[in-house]
């Protein structure tokens, strides 16, 4: 299970935090990735994060977001800095209990009928 916390309305050039804390997981190697869903577009990727702490990010956003991991909470992070109006979207985690590259290649990350998925929080910045 997956809970988000942390979003809200900000203005242009600000920052929120958004949280993705897990329970239960019967693994210790996943990928949990955040993905963002603006009206009447396509679900697309924001950045992962693997157990192991690496990180990979959409080139939308490297430079401005950081996805960080809380290993002993099974939470992850999203640090978004120097938001913009193009940031506003629904903002879901995912995970799945394989690596990151595995997932990928497997087309599991972002397919909203794979992995584990957190109800979404609304990120708005105007």
């Known amino acids: 299970q997956l809970v988000e916390s942390g979003g809200g309305s900000v203005q242009p050039g600000g920052s929120l935090r958004l949280s993705c804390a897990g329970s239960g997981y019967p693994y210790r190697r996943y990928c949990m990735g955040w993905f963002r869903q603006a009206p009447g577009k396509e679900r697309e990727k924001v950045g992962y994060v693997e157990s192991d702490g690496t990180t990979e990010y959409a080139d939308s956003v490297k430079g401005r977001f950081t996805v960080s991991l809380d290993n002993a909470q099974d939470t992850v992070y999203l640090q978004m800095n120097s938001l913009k109006p193009e940031d506003t979207a629904m903002y879901y985690c995912?995970?799945?209990?394989?690596?990151?590259?595995?997932?990928?290649?497997?087309?599991?990350?972002?397919?909203?009928?794979?992995?584990?998925w957190g109800q979404g929080t609304q990120v708005t910045v105007s």
């Open positions: 995912q995970v799945e209990f394989i690596s990151c590259t595995v997932a990928t290649m497997h087309g599991r990350m972002g397919r909203p009928d794979l992995g584990y």
